[in-house]
């Protein structure tokens, strides 16, 4: 399976008028942080919790920017209350890239961050996509266009830590 | 100590243009606010909130000047938000936070450690380049223009009365005139803001 590539992130959050990426470091989108850091379109905001992402991407929103949130599916699921009231709560089109730890689509999944990932996305009815290579890509725009038809937060779920399950080795 | 009511109408005074966050003191600004169309009266979606809202607003619209009235409930839950308040430094954004010592919308129970807690020297500790802490409404008068004239972000603890609330969510009388977004589409056709 071919790699997910940063720069093809990057390109997609470009193409879409990404103005600003709230995130939390994690290891599944760790790799984009170089180059979103070098990147004069798009201003970071590093937020310490994750349920700050959605308190800070609704006053983005708010204020006409199209803010991305790119958290951990550990974070999402701390940020419950955040989301519901924040996101969903003031139809904050956002597209929240969410790190899926955890996440094979090889054997069993023993992780519970990823275990309960998609059983948490379904609970708060939001949306979801699975990307895990560049082929998988195209699937953020699909995510950018529906946020902002359905004015609610919709999940890319990144199923690919550091490069690491779906490389040939 | 100060009435969040007395203290805001002191604060009307000052206001200017600015974009309003009236946070926990929404019930009172509403009565008194001239410029309906740029308060966000946004009462409270999730608790901690509002510190991180308020940052997000002044980065999109850094020729405005936006005003939060946080209260210390907020932010001992969402403290965290300090730092990246501070590190991304707008300097539209006024950070008051009203501290009566306790849970006023659930009865009054005492916040953590209330009576040593020093929101001020927090918020410096985070970054903040302008902190003050104000107990009576005196001072308050005296300082509120020196606050606001200066760059943000600015941080200010303020001692107010509790106004506790104890009657049931479903019995509490509506203060709210229009829904959370409302609020927000009114402040963004007010200001100019398009979306999309």
């Given at each position: 399976m071919a790699e997910l590539s940063p720069a093809r992130i990057l390109a997609e959050l470009k193409n879409n008028g990404a103005t600003h990426v709230v995130w939390l470091p994690d290891s599944e989108t760790n790799f984009l942080y170089v180059l979103m850091s070098e990147e004069p379109s798009i201003d970071l905001v590093p937020v310490s919790?994750?349920?700050?992402a959605f308190s800070t991407a609704a006053g983005l929103a708010a204020g006409g920017k199209k803010p991305v949130i790119l958290i951990q599916n550990t974070g999402m699921m701390e940020s419950g209350d955040s989301l519901r009231g924040w996101g969903l709560g003031m139809n904050v089109p956002v597209v929240m890239m969410v790190g899926y730890r955890g996440w094979t689509r090889h054997g069993v999944i023993t992780d519970t961050a990823a275990f309960y990932t998609e059983r948490f996305l379904h609970a708060f009815n939001i949306n979801y996509y699975l990307v895990e290579s560049d082929e998988d890509a195209d699937r953020i725009s699909i995510a950018f266009a529906e946020a902002q038809r359905e004015k609610r937060p919709v999940a890319i779920l990144v199923g690919d830590e550091y490069h690491g399950f779906n490389v040939s080795r | 100590m100060m009435k969040t009511a007395e203290m805001l109408e002191i604060f009307n005074r000052h206001r200017g243009d600015a974009v309003v966050i009236p946070g926990r003191g929404g019930r009172f600004w509403v009565e008194m606010s001239e410029q309906p169309n740029r308060d966000l009266p946004l009462g409270d979606p999730a608790m901690g909130g509002h510190a991180s809202f308020a940052l997000g607003l002044a980065l999109a619209i850094p020729d405005q000047r936006v005003v939060l009235f946080d209260s210390e409930g907020d932010v001992l839950m969402g403290m965290g938000a300090l730092p990246t308040v501070a590190e991304k430094a707008p300097s539209n954004l006024y950070h008051f936070m009203l501290d009566n010592g306790v849970y006023a919308t659930t009865g009054g129970q005492p916040v953590p450690n209330a009576e040593q807690m020093e929101y001020d020297v927090v918020a410096q500790g985070c970054g903040y380049p302008a902190t003050y802490a104000i107990d009576n409404l005196e001072d308050f008068a005296s300082q509120i223009e020196e606050i606001l004239s200066q760059p943000g972000p600015v941080f200010v603890a303020l001692k107010i009365d509790p106004d506790i609330i104890n009657e049931p969510i479903n019995a509490r009388?509506?203060?709210?005139?229009?829904?959370r977004n409302q609020a927000v589409a009114d402040m963004q056709a007010e200001l100019g803001i398009s979306i999309g």
């Open positions: 919790r994750e349920g700050h | 009388p509506q203060w709210q005139r229009k829904t």
